[in-house]
């Protein structure tokens, strides 16, 4: 977990982690899960399936790195994949911990991401790749999470929710074939897991030149010096922060009150939320 100078140093340590194993009584991990982070009084999401974990967890540091350590034992999860934030204040209402299908639902069949995603790419691998103008850059997340920032000439797929991806992405592959196109594919999301998903996804359709980026938009806002970096604008995250800059800053947005999208600090949002289908608010 990063140090911080005792000065400067914030309350919670906030960890968002997943990891693609086989668990073959996810209610069972989850039960122990449940008593321990009733023990640590942790808050936050966790979701268990037969194919991993997945999440985001905030508390003490000493409370993270115990529940941490606990999930890096379980089949495995020796090589969990986290990134640290911190906050003030605590960056969600409560712990829930939930069993589920898939640990991000994509609904596209039996997918096995832990042996068939596509190869990760570090940072400076990543920039090189996507200068190349011959590879298909595709933002794997839905469109508001976009709408706050993307890399430089990646594809929007304006969809909703991750569940529409697979029919998008068959969509644009009959286009390349129409095309006689092979190019290489380059895909990002947030924190990675998205990828590894559709990145098996794109492979079991048949494009064998499928890369994404190591530990998501986190990392490389983390590890790329802003001069560098070929990100445009800034980073949805899934909590009270609401968007992050380079350098894992917090963002100009925040969240509306009534649907949750983010929207800039100083902008104007219209929101579908109330009773009146038509919400328009400044921050």
Not at 35 to 53: N, P, R
């Amino acid at each position: 977990m990063p140090a911080t100078s005792s000065a400067t140093q914030s309350a919670y340590a906030i960890a968002a982690l997943y990891r693609f194993a086989r668990f073959d009584d996810p209610d069972a991990i989850a039960a122990r899960l449940r008593a321990l982070c009733s023990d640590l009084c942790t808050c936050g999401t966790l979701i268990v399936a037969g194919e991993g974990i997945n999440g985001t967890v905030a508390g003490s540091d000493d409370a993270i790195a115990a529940l941490v350590g606990h999930i890096r034992t379980l089949p495995g999860c020796m090589d969990l994949d986290v990134k640290y934030a911190r906050a003030d204040a605590p960056p969600f209402a409560r712990m829930k911990i939930k069993v589920k299908a898939e640990i991000v639902t994509l609904g596209a069949g039996d997918l096995d991401p832990a042996t068939q995603a596509g190869d990760y790419l570090d940072p400076a691998q990543w920039n090189a790749l996507i200068a190349d103008p011959d590879t298909i850059v595709i933002d794997t997340r839905n469109a508001y999470e976009v709408a706050c920032g993307t890399f430089e000439n990646a594809i929007d797929p304006a969809t909703r929710s991750f569940r529409e991806f697979p029919a998008w992405f068959d969509g644009l592959a009959e286009q390349l074939r129409a095309k006689g196109r092979e190019p290489k594919i380059a895909m990002f999301c947030t924190g990675g897991i998205r990828c590894e998903k559709s990145t098996a996804l794109v492979k079991a359709r048949g494009f064998d030149a499928v890369y994404h980026l190591k530990g998501g938009i986190l990392r490389y806002l983390e590890e790329m010096p802003e001069a560098q970096s070929r990100w445009q604008g800034e980073c949805y995250v899934f909590d009270e922060r609401v968007t992050v800059g380079h350098g894992l800053k917090p963002g100009n947005h925040v969240a509306c009150p009534a649907c949750g999208l983010p929207y800039p600090r100083e902008g104007e949002h219209v929101c579908a939320g109330d009773e009146t289908g038509a919400w328009p608010h400044r921050g």
